[in-house]
Nanobody, 124 residues
């Protein structure tokens, strides 16, 4: 069983930056693909970014447009999401996800383990 705990959310003005962190309870997560999803009020959960087990492959949703960077430190069992140039439409609960796969999935159904989420609010 893998538990994921997100942190780093908060309130920021448009144009600002935040760095989200997700730490896993098990060392085996170093063999897992990890990803960030988000869910705004009244909307479905959507894919943001994913990274493979080694960190050598990253993938982003189109709306990221170069503003976010996903990275990981397997020694710390952690994955990060650096978010720059934030917009009000980025406001959502951000979730960390993990799954034991060599590829970089982008669908919510592809991930077995989920964190509880961290709120990101971007004011205009």
């Amino acid at each position: 069983q893998v538990q994921l705990v997100e942190s780093g959310g908060g309130l920021v003005q448009a144009g600002g930056s935040l760095r989200l962190s997700c730490t896993a309870s098990a060392r085996t997560v170093s063999n897992y693909a990890m990803a960030w999803f988000r869910q705004a009020p009244g909307k479905e959960r959507e894919y943001v970014a994913a990274i493979n087990f080694s960190g050598g492959l990253q993938h982003y949703a189109d709306f990221v447009e170069g503003r976010f960077t996903i990275s990981r430190e397997n020694a710390k069992r952690s994955v990060y999401l650096q978010m720059n140039s934030l917009k009000p439409e980025d406001t959502a609960v951000y979730y960390c996800a993990a799954d034991q796969t060599l590829v970089v999935p982008t669908r919510t159904s592809d991930y077995y383990y989920w964190g509880q989420g961290t709120q990101v609010t971007v004011s205009s």
